[in-house]
């Protein structure tokens, strides 16, 4: 049995063969969805996509109204091994032609990321394969990475259900936060407000999609963070008073005035703190990306004024594809592949991580929270 200290040999390996293809396996069962993917990256730093299984647990939560983690991770126990396979026979591969498994070890909730990441233990020890455990964030940092080369460094505009950030990006662990949420996200507070108006689980498709004939002007939503001259944001008040306004709607029309509203005040915040990024960035960095990820970027009104916002300040823009911008494996074997090409793998003994921020320095010296006994939020 391979043990913890094995994991020296394997560091060697990747190191040695730089310009090798890697092909690795990834696993994500961070949040609701169980979810697998077979990567190749290439020694270019061109990544396939060999396979990407995901199952959703939208149906098991969807009378709940949210997802509720005791049966998530139950259903994470029963589908992991199947969604695995399923992965492995549609990339036309056996686990001896994989070069490492990658797993999500955090941030999420922590029943279900003990799950996947146990399963990738169980592999990485039975084949005798590097382990690499993955920050769920970072996977969504290079999310943008499966549809095209993208060099680094980038500006990243982090935004889905639980976290709001913007990175700069200089690869994989090698990130700095410039700002960040100091309440809720993006994310949740479209599926808040989503509940408020009735629309049920998930709450953003559904009220972009109600948004799409609605008049939003016709409701004033505060403005938060307005005299801050940083790049946090901050989503708390905006929640509250839409959900107070979803209590005053009578008409399916008040609800798509207010639904329209609400996506507009959103995408305005977004826009006015990444303005301000794009312009310290672009004082720094001659090569001006700025990349949009996360569940949230599929949202096409924000990506479509992030993309203004981008045009304005002499970026190019980049949003991952449709089906790289939720939760995904694919992500997650993406950045294995890119830490086991720098040596950068994980001991058997890795802990599953509730939080776990992707600049941990910044998150710990200068938090947007208070760190609990489960560390500094991400």
Not at 107 to 117: I, R, S
Not at 242 to 250: F, H, P, Q, V
Request: glycine residues 10%.
């Amino acid at each position: 049995m391979m043990m913890a200290a094995d994991y020296s040999s394997e560091k060697g390996r990747a190191t040695e063969a730089a310009d090798a293809d890697l092909v690795v396996l990834g696993l994500e069962t961070s949040c609701d969805e169980t979810a697998a993917s077979v990567v190749r990256l290439t020694g270019d730093g061109a990544a396939t996509v060999l396979s990407s299984i995901v199952h959703s647990q939208i149906d098991d939560h969807a009378a709940f109204g949210g997802v509720v983690p005791e049966i998530a991770a139950r259903s994470h126990v029963e589908m992991i091994d199947g969604v695995a396979r399923r992965a492995m026979a549609e990339a036309g591969l056996d686990y001896g032609q994989l070069d490492g498994v990658a797993a999500t070890a955090g941030p999420g909730l922590v029943g279900g990321v003990m799950v996947g990441l146990s399963y990738g233990k169980a592999v990485a020890l039975a084949r005798d394969l590097p382990l690499i455990a993955v920050n769920h964030l970072e996977g969504h940092a290079v999310s943008a990475r499966l549809g095209e080369p993208v060099a680094y460094p980038f500006l990243l505009l982090l935004v889905s259900g639980g976290h709001c950030q913007l990175l700069e990006v200089r690869g994989v662990g090698d990130m700095t936060r410039l700002g960040t949420t100091i309440d809720d996200a993006a994310g949740e507070a479209f599926d808040k407000i989503a509940k408020a108006l009735g629309l049920g689980y998930p709450g953003g498709p559904a009220l972009e999609k109600l948004a799409e004939s609605g008049d939003g002007v016709r409701f004033d939503l505060p403005r938060a963070l307005l005299g801050r001259k940083d790049c946090d944001f901050s989503f708390s008040g905006l929640k509250t008073a839409a959900s107070r306004l979803a209590a005053t709607c009578e008409t399916d029309q008040d609800k798509a005035d207010l639904a329209d509203a609400v996506q507009t005040a959103i995408a305005r915040q977004l826009a006015e703190r990444s303005d301000r990024a794009l312009k310290d960035y672009a004082d720094l960095h001659e090569h001006r990306l700025f990349v949009v990820a996360g569940g949230v970027a599929a949202n096409r009104t924000i990506r479509s004024t992030l993309e203004a916002v981008a045009a304005k300040n002499g970026f190019a823009f980049l949003a991952p594809p449709m089906a790289y911008c939720t939760d995904n494996a694919a992500m997650i074997a993406l950045a294995g592949a890119e830490r086991l090409r720098k040596g950068l793998t994980s001991d058997i003994d890795t802990a599953a991580r509730p939080r776990w921020p992707l600049d941990e320095q910044k998150a710990l010296a200068d938090p947007a929270h208070k760190p609990g006994r489960k560390g500094a939020k991400a």
